[in-house]
């Protein structure tokens, strides 16, 4: 059953038929399975990636290293929720290392994003200090590259 | 200048493929979906091309030994033994081939003497008859059945052989078919061949691909390693056809001979390539299934949908192709084929390309995006559909 959640991982937009064919599962069962998974939110949803620059839409993403004096009964947790219930924040994960958490939001531009990070981010009981990194370029996200695809000049040939 | 009578005459007598039609309205397309092409769609993983890189930052620039350089000969020799329990000295048993083809090419020409017949089975890949007639040698196609999974049995094996036989081909996993033969299928052809001198080229480039099961070499039988000659290279198990990158494996006299051929012929492989391949052979297996994964979800989605709107196909169980039969269309393979490309825009290969076995059948390759293979498929559906009313319209 992992088999379909791989799949799904890979490429969301497969159809009932390809994910069922690909993962060797009747119709049904694939659809039992994904609908298990969806309720017990296994799996969290479903988007595309999108290369935001080819639309020529102005986002800045940053990065943001934050540290954290964790509370003595949630630990990191409770700090962790009051940041992520911003909707700016995109993702954010516990690290290991020289600071706490990585959160990383994105904004239109760099002033709504610093103002996030000075108004709402820093404010934070419990937060001790931020170090903000602006992403200048991505390259690959969720194992996408970010670059056009060069149309392959080529012929035929029979093999 | 009549160049007619200063040409070969062999090389004269020998068609060109019939489809090149279809690549010239192809390549005039602009929205077509190919699965014509049998080539990997993946581009060869990254640290084998950083490999080759590599070798090129470092002035590897010059030629190889002529067998190909010692360490990656040593590489293939721990590959075969560890993939698929083969065991070829890479001193004096292995030969690195500019990809399978030239392989095959020097396999024949070092076995065949003028008037020697060799067995080839058909529908498959197109070089072995005209490689054969250019080293002299007489083709003799055998036919391959759908109702046997196109395997070859013993009975047509000896059907076909006479005292003129010198070898037969064993083109397995099968382009185009997709068929293989398993160790008691091969049993059986080595139950013939045992206490002959006939040999047995393999032609192995898709033993990786195979699907369920491993592949066996016709070499792994008892009394037939000293009969056989092993084709097979990276570019189907690694994603490396650009590369030009084959070997062939077989008994010392052999490679001595074909070794000796192939030093007057190429020299040597390419010398970038020989060091990417040594890279694919110590850190790519771990490609090759992944690779292999990604082909087989494909091959199970396209398999069924094939025999869901009601093209009749046997489960390959090989290489990456699916060959269905269209007789139930009342199309000849290459009727079906063009009419397919100009109504929908989507390129197979028809059967007949592969020899005279192939007719009332087609060739679909599968190294493709699930993407491009749906949408082919339902524009397969519409042109079958379609293609019903109409002559259900004629028929009433």
């Known amino acids: ?159 | 200048m009549n160049y007619d009578q200063i040409l070969n005459t062999k090389i004269q007598g020998i068609k060109p493929s019939g489809i090149r039609k279809f690549f010239d309205i192809l390549e005039e397309m602009t929205d077509a979906i190919s699965l014509g092409i049998g080539e990997p769609d993946f581009v060869t993983p990254w640290h084998i091309r950083d490999a080759g890189i590599y070798s090129l930052e470092r002035g590897h620039t010059k030629y190889t030994s002529n067998a190909g350089m010692l360490q990656l000969r040593r590489e293939i020799s721990a590959y075969l033994n560890r993939r698929f329990d083969l065991h070829y000295d890479y001193n004096g048993q292995i030969l690195v081939t500019v990809g399978g083809s030239e392989a095959i090419d020097l396999a024949l020409r070092v076995l065949v003497n003028p008037g020697d017949e060799v067995i080839v089975p058909v529908p498959s890949f197109v070089c072995y008859g005209p490689l054969t007639e250019m080293a002299g040698g007489v083709p003799v196609y055998v036919e391959l059945k759908a109702e046997n999974e196109f395997r070859l049995t013993p009975q047509q094996l000896k059907a076909a052989i006479t005292p003129k036989t010198k070898a037969v081909v064993l083109p397995f996993p099968s382009n185009p078919t997709g068929g293989i033969m398993e160790r008691r299928d091969l049993e059986a052809i080595a139950d013939v061949l045992r206490g002959t001198d006939i040999m047995v080229l393999s032609d192995e480039i898709y033993a990786e691909l195979t699907y369920g099961q491993r592949h066996v070499s016709m070499a792994n039988l008892t009394d037939m390693y000293e009969r056989t000659v092993v084709v097979n290279g990276f570019s189907k198990s690694h994603a490396m056809t650009g590369w030009r990158m084959g070997y062939v494996c077989a008994p010392k006299p052999i490679i001595a001979a074909m070794t000796k051929l192939h030093q007057f012929g190429i020299m040597s492989a390419p010398t970038t390539s020989q060091y990417a391949a040594v890279e694919a052979m110590r850190n790519g297996d771990k490609d090759i299934e992944h690779m292999r994964e990604e082909y087989d979800r494909r091959r199970r989605y396209l398999v069924e949908s094939l025999n869901r709107i009601g093209l009749e196909c046997f489960e390959p169980k090989g290489a990456f192709y699916v060959f269905p039969c269209i007789r139930s269309t009342g199309l000849t393979s290459e009727a079906f084929c063009e009419q397919f490309l100009v109504e929908e825009k989507v390129a197979v290969i028809p059967g007949n390309a592969f020899g005279p076995g192939g007719e009332g059948f087609v060739r679909a390759c599968y190294a493709a995006s699930m993407k491009d293979i749906a949408e082919a498929v339902s524009r397969l559906d519409n042109f079958l559909t379609n293609l019903r009313r109409k002559q259900g319209r004629e028929g009433s």
């Open chain 1, 1 to 159: 059953m992992e088999k379909l959640l791989e799949l799904l991982e890979q490429d969301c937009s497969l159809s009932t038929a390809q994910l069922a064919a690909a993962a060797g599962l009747s119709l049904e069962e694939t659809e039992q399975a994904i609908k298990k998974y969806e309720e017990e939110q296994v799996i969290l949803g479903y988007k595309a990636i999108i290369d935001w620059d080819r639309v020529r839409r102005e986002t800045v993403t940053a990065l943001i290293e934050v540290n954290v004096t964790p509370q003595s009964e949630n630990g990191f947790d409770r700090v962790a929720e009051r940041i992520y219930q911003y909707d700016e924040v995109e993702s954010m994960y516990l690290m290991s290392g020289s600071f706490d958490l990585t959160v990383i939001i994105s904004g239109r531009t760099l002033r709504e994003v610093a103002q996030f990070v000075g108004e709402r981010l820093a404010p934070i009981p419990g937060v001790t200090g931020t170090a903000t990194h602006f992403i200048l370029k991505k390259y690959k996200e969720k194992h996408l590259v970010f670059r056009p695809q060069e149309p392959e000049e080529r012929e035929y040939i029979f093999v």
